[in-house]
């Protein structure tokens, strides 16, 4: 299945207002202007007092995992096969995958609005890794790792200057938007991860 075209609104109000809060800024941002924040559908109110099943309820925390890191169905069953090779609790090696996404790193850096925002930039080669021009915002960094901005575009680097100012850095990122650097000082804690995602529902679906 290809990459979603449709309303970003629509998917996101499926899954209340608890979880629109926590997605791209942009898009967030929009769900609170919005004066239609009910499950989409004809009967979107209803569906409020909705009882999920096992089942259910394991496929609904996929699909938020999903939408906010943009990934595709096939990036998440791999995720879930390193997840579970590694050493450790498989749910939070999942979410610590998910979070080491390069795309998710500029967004969680601050310098993005959004996740496609941030893959756009990636994927026309304005940044590097340790010195190496990347285009591949599914990369996975590690600890030490230290991207950089090597565009030259004014216009860029004003829009990121902007964002920098507006928004906070995680703390297991070291960034200098002056520089226009990033550092990852260590992968993340499950503790260190805002997102109100049930991840070992998410590893119960997979591995049935």
């Not at 004809?42 to 099943?53: D, I, L, Q």
């Not at 575009?153 to 226009?180: M, Q, R």
Request: glycine share 8%; aromatic share 10%.
């Amino acid at each position: 299945m290809g990459r979603y075209t449709g309303p970003k609104l629509r998917k996101i109000r499926r899954f209340g207002e608890d979880f629109a809060l926590f997605t791209d800024r942009s898009t967030a941002a929009k769900f609170v202007k919005s004066q239609r924040k009910q499950p989409p559908g004809v009967h979107g109110g209803a569906r409020s007092f909705r009882k999920y099943t096992g089942y259910g309820l394991q496929l609904r925390e996929k699909q938020k995992a999903k939408i906010f890191y943009h990934v595709s169905e096939s990036q998440m069953r791999r995720y879930y096969q390193m997840a579970s090779n590694r050493a450790g609790s498989a749910s939070d090696n999942f979410m610590q995958i998910l979070e080491s996404r390069l795309d998710n790193v500029v967004y969680r850096s601050g310098w993005a609005n959004s996740h496609p925002q941030a893959r756009q930039w990636l994927s026309h080669g304005q940044f590097s890794i340790n010195g190496r021009k990347v285009t591949v915002p599914s990369i996975l960094v590690k600890a030490g790792d230290k991207i950089e901005l090597t565009a030259k575009s004014s216009k860029l680097k004003e829009t990121i200057g902007a964002y920098a100012a507006a928004n906070k850095p995680v703390g297991w990122l070291k960034v200098d938007s002056a520089k226009f650097t990033i550092e990852v000082k260590d992968l993340p804690a499950r503790t260190e991860i805002d997102l109100p995602v049930d991840e070992s529902l998410i590893i119960e679906f997979y591995s049935r």
